[in-house]
Nanobody, 118 residues
Framework: VQLQASGGGLVQPGGSLRLSCAASGNIFSINAMGWFRQAPGKERELLSAIRWRSGNTDYADSVKGRFTISRDNAKNTMYLQMSSLKAEDTAVYYC????????????WGQGTLVTVSS
């Protein structure tokens, strides 16, 4: 499985941004996909996850109500719609894939930088 993240950039506080993660390869092996982020000096944080087949979602408290995860199975693409962005959302955002039979996220995209600043 290969993952390609895109959509990062500079946005003002209170603004919105949508990240995309295109998946290729053995798509049928994917059980779930997730969005993580890592800010300078901080540990990587799981923000949200989505079950690839059912579409069931989970969110971390830090982004619940502001971020929305979704996927388009026809395009093999996952999205993260981010709104009401804050300076503390500044980080490198990664998408990751979890395959059936595994509890870890074993496949990772390259990361895309989101900077929230005026």
């Amino acid at each position: 499985v290969q993952l390609q993240a895109s959509g990062g950039g500079l946005v003002q506080p209170g603004g919105s941004l949508r990240l995309s993660c295109a998946a290729s390869g053995n798509i049928f092996s994917i059980n779930a996909m997730g969005w993580f982020r890592q800010a300078p000096g901080k540990e990587r944080e799981l923000l949200s996850a989505i079950r690839w087949r059912s579409g069931n979602t989970d969110y971390a408290d830090s982004v619940k109500g502001r971020f929305t995860i979704s996927r388009d199975n026809a395009k093999n693409t996952m999205y993260l719609q981010m709104s009401s962005l804050k300076a503390e959302d500044t980080a490198v955002y990664y998408c990751a894939g979890q395959i059936w039979g595994r509890s870890n996220y074993d496949y990772w995209g390259q990361g895309t930088l989101v900077t929230v600043s005026s």
